[in-house]
């Protein structure tokens, strides 16, 4: 069972991993003067890390908070264009946190991209970090880039909010092959022609 | 409770776009140039986490109770986040290899006082970038974590 739990993570990660891959242009030019972020991190080296980046990216609206209640707050008293969250906040409640926020029927918070980033995570916490309705969980250590990069993608992403008893969030399918060979499509959206040839008609979340 | 599907796009996107703003090299180099007006101080925050978890674990005998082994592992993991941002990526594999220790330690209602001394002197060790052998330190840790707490016996 484990060696199994560890081949579908790997699995998943390499997925994650080939979309998330934007190859930013150095020379190419990003304009964050209008954009406000919200900064969710009860560590103050590591809210200090983050905050230092985002500012050099050009961001000047940033609201720091270092309890989930302060951020409850942020997210009810102004508009927020990206969510960044260090995933192992001494305060329990993190996933909930972001749970709520994808149940919180005001748009455009609930549908803001959020960034988790996590260090080790306890083996309890895993599956909890999936279905928390994160855009993108990223690991811990940080760089300029990697940040950059996930922000670019967060920013770019083009997957469909979905809310259902159990979850809500971005679809946690990041390619659309249509139903299995031989096997008849049973949504509207189903791909056209996918039973015949599923690659053909696969589509991309990254869009672009 | 039906699942519905909402179409949405982020509005970040339009603002990344607009005219103005920075290059992505120059806030490449900003960024590093950021993280350089703050090293001083996270440094100092990782010796004073490393004796912090050097006391825990004196403190803690030969059974640690759940407080402290959640305590040693939230400090860890900070290690983790902080050291690999400073070019200390060695001690970053070595805390997040203690982590992992503990979580399963923690998943087995287990404690192994020398494992994870071990893993406290390789961090005294790896905090100074001019030691050789590094890598084989971290590599000795995954092993000896298998060895201590194999995964397939966790809860």
């Known amino acids: 069972m484990g060696l199994f739990r560890n081949v579908i993570c790997k699995i998943l990660t390499y997925q994650v991993w080939e979309y998330i891959v934007t190859n930013i242009d150095p020379k190419s030019w990003i304009n964050f003067d209008k954009a406000r972020f919200l900064l969710l991190d009860d560590h103050q080296q590591g809210s200090s890390i983050l905050s230092q980046i985002i500012r050099a990216f050009g961001v000047v609206n940033f609201i720091p908070c270092t309890t989930i209640d302060e951020a409850r707050q942020a997210v009810m008293e ?3 264009h990206l969510i960044l969250i260090n995933a192992n906040l001494k305060e329990s409640g993190v996933y909930e946190f972001v749970n709520w926020l994808r149940r919180f029927d005001e748009p ?19 599956e ?9 969980i990223m690991a811990k250590p940080v760089s300029p880039a990697s940040v950059l990069e996930r922000v670019i993608w967060a920013a770019r992403e083009k997957r469909p909010y979905v809310k259902c008893a159990t979850y809500a969030g971005p679809d946690r399918r990041f390619q659309d092959l249509g139903p299995p060979v031989g096997v008849a499509g049973r949504r509207f959206d189903d791909p056209a022609g996918a039973e015949a040839e599923p690659e053909a008609n696969s589509r991309s979340a990254m869009g672009g | 409770m039906a699942a519905t599907f909402t179409t949405w796009k982020s509005p970040l996107e339009a603002l990344i776009r607009a005219p103005g703003g920075v290059r992505v090299v120059d806030a490449l180099r900003q960024a590093d140039a950021n993280l350089e007006l703050i090293r ?8 004073q986490q490393l004796d912090i978890l050097d006391r825990l674990s004196a403190e803690s005998g030969e059974s640690a109770n759940d407080v402290v082994k959640l305590e040693i592992y939230q400090r860890a993991n900070d290690i983790h986040a902080i050291a690999g941002v400073f070019g200390l990526g060695e001690m970053s594999d ?45 590599e ?16």
């Open chain 2, 40 to 47: 001083e101080p996270c440094l100092a925050d990782l010796d």
């Open chain 2, 94 to 138: 070595a805390a997040f290899c203690l982590c992992e220790l503990i979580d399963r330690l923690r998943n087995q209602s287990a404690w192994s006082k020398p494992a994870v001394d071990v893993h406290l002197s390789s961090l005294h060790l790896l905090r100074h970038p001019s030691k050789e052998d590094r890598a084989s330190v971290v």
């Open chain 1, 108 to 126: 455009p918070n609930c549908y803001s991209p959020v960034i988790l980033i996590a260090g080790h995570t306890q083996r309890s916490h895993v």
């Open chain 1, 128 to 136: 909890r970090a999936r279905d928390s309705g994160a855009n993108i």
């Open chain 1, 78 to 80: 102004h508009e927020l």
């Open chain 2, 140 to 155: 000795g840790l995954r092993r000896l974590t298998e060895k201590v707490a194999p995964l397939d016996t966790a809860a």
